[in-house]
């Protein structure tokens, strides 16, 4: 009997700090990620060339892509840039045998809704896959019906089967204060903070958990979940978008999906979003995009319904200030 | 006497970063991997029992790992291998078995002749660990 593979049999497992997956295909490909191997400790006045390291890292390509496709959250950019930053110097250090423990990455997103929290989280995964900080780099979103169980013995089962799920990759709990419910005494999501916390302290090799929500319900999560709050090291608050961002977003989402506003539609998608963050439920880039299907679907509706015969290519790629003016916000009732 | 069953059976014993390898390959391949153990070395015996329900949609090794682990805990002195799965159309068919934990006592079997009819002679074999009543084995 080899006693070496029973040597460690707690939660935590002791492995090399190479990558292993050699398989075919992982999450992002071997591509993607900076080669580990082959790399020995550098002797005490070596240098190290820091665009090479950047290079083979790729975060400036993983951060530029994030400044061009995300508009405004300037705040969170920032954070991310200083993450990444930490990280990168984190593994010069470590060529250099510098100790250093493997840094703390839980995370909390805290913003109104559509600002782009799971998108970022989607980024976060990507950037510490090729740091190589996460194995493979992929993003399992959960709310509370996902890890909560309807009876007792249930929870614990379920909730580990999606930690097994997450693990090489980035745990994102949408709306994480549902789990704690005061009012109840016997609810089981108070299982599952338990289990989540015994994990993101034990296996932080292993997974990245994020939780989000909107940001006052979160502060009162933690203030009644302090264990919660000392796992986590980045608060990043998201801000709501200002109407010139939203306007912004709206031009990238239409050509994305190769429209165009017309001169008159501008001046009207202006207004109707004046109007529009007026009014309850506006859920900042969300909104603009449900805002966009419409007048997609009645830009559709004009042109079936319209008297001319001949459609040109540019009939339909416009959208023209009807097609806006038409919507339920500019009717003052 | 050592039991060979499974894949790599004639290796030494993985260690348990070869067996997270085997998994990551398992995985990579679209694999569902699953843990069964047994105290029953006979080599008839197919049907283990189940450790859980096989993980379904694991991306990483780390998740499987654990569950071993988990098993192994549970029961030290049992043969716990680990399965996987390949549920494409055509093949719906194990496609890896391999031990992960063994007793660390393998009495092995005794052979037992019996004569029938027309002195002919049957051959079957027994564990000298199933003497025992199961869970007090090894």
């Known amino acids: 009997m080899d006693t070496s593979a029973k040597g460690s049999w707690d939660f935590q497992m002791n492995r090399p700090d190479q990558p292993r997956s050699k398989g075919p295909g992982t999450a992002l490909g071997e591509g993607d990620r900076a080669a580990d191997e082959g790399e020995t400790h550098l002797s005490n006045d070596a240098l190290i060339d820091l665009s090479e390291e950047k290079e083979k890292t790729k975060i400036e390509a993983i951060l530029a892509s994030l400044d061009e496709e995300l508009v405004g959250l300037g705040p969170v950019k920032t954070k991310l840039a200083e993450i990444s930053s930490l990280l990168l110097v984190d593994r010069m250090r470590k060529r250099f045998s510098l100790v250093s423990s493997r840094p703390n990455l839980h995370m909390s997103f805290t913003g109104s809704p559509g600002t782009g929290k799971t998108t970022v989280a989607m980024r976060m995964a990507q950037l510490l896959f090729s740091l190589g900080y996460l194995k493979k780099g992929h993003l399992v979103a959960v709310t509370r019906d996902d890890l909560v169980g309807q009876y007792i013995g249930h929870t614990a089962p379920k909730t580990k089967e999606v930690l097994k799920r997450a693990m090489g990759g980035v745990l994102f709990i949408d709306e994480a204060y549902y789990l704690y419910r005061p009012e109840n005494e016997r609810d089981y999501g108070q299982e599952t903070i338990e289990i989540l916390l015994q994990v993101m302290e034990n296996q932080r090799d292993d997974l990245v958990v994020i939780v989000a929500g909107y940001k006052d319900r979160m502060d009162k999560f933690f203030e009644s979940n302090p264990g919660m709050n000392s796992r986590i090291a980045h608060h990043v608050d998201f801000p709501d978008y200002s109407i010139e961002e939203l306007d912004q977003i709206a031009r990238l989402i239409l050509k994305d999906q190769s429209y165009y506003f017309s001169k008159d539609a501008e001046e009207a998608f202006g207004e109707y979003l004046k109007k529009r963050m007026a009014q309850p439920h506006f859920a900042n880039a969300r909104s603009v995009r449900n805002a966009i299907e419409r007048s997609r679907l009645r830009q559709a509706n004009r042109i079936v319904n319209s008297q001319s015969e001949k459609i040109s290519k540019d009939d339909l790629m416009k959208i023209t200030a009807e097609d806006i003016r038409l919507s339920r916000v500019f009717s003052d009732l | ?138």
């Open chain 2, 1 to 138: 006497m050592r039991i060979t069953q499974g894949a790599f059976s004639f290796l030494p014993d993985l260690s348990d970063e070869e067996i997270l390898a085997q998994v990551s390959y398992s995985l990579d391949s679209g694999w569902a991997v699953s843990v069964e153990f047994t105290d029953d070395p006979h080599p008839r015996n197919t049907y283990w029992s189940m450790w859980g329900l096989p993980m379904f949609d694991l991306s990483d090794p780390a998740g499987v790992m654990y569950e071993i682990n988990r098993c192994r805990q549970a029961y030290p002195n049992h043969y716990v291998r680990v399965n996987a799965f390949d549920s494409s159309y055509g093949r719906q068919t194990t496609a890896l078995s391999f031990i992960v934990n063994r007793p660390a006592e393998e009495p092995g079997f005794r052979l037992s002749r019996t004569e029938t009819q027309d002195r002919r002679i049957s051959y079957s074999i027994s564990s000298y660990a199933s003497n025992k009543p199961s869970g007090e084995r090894y």
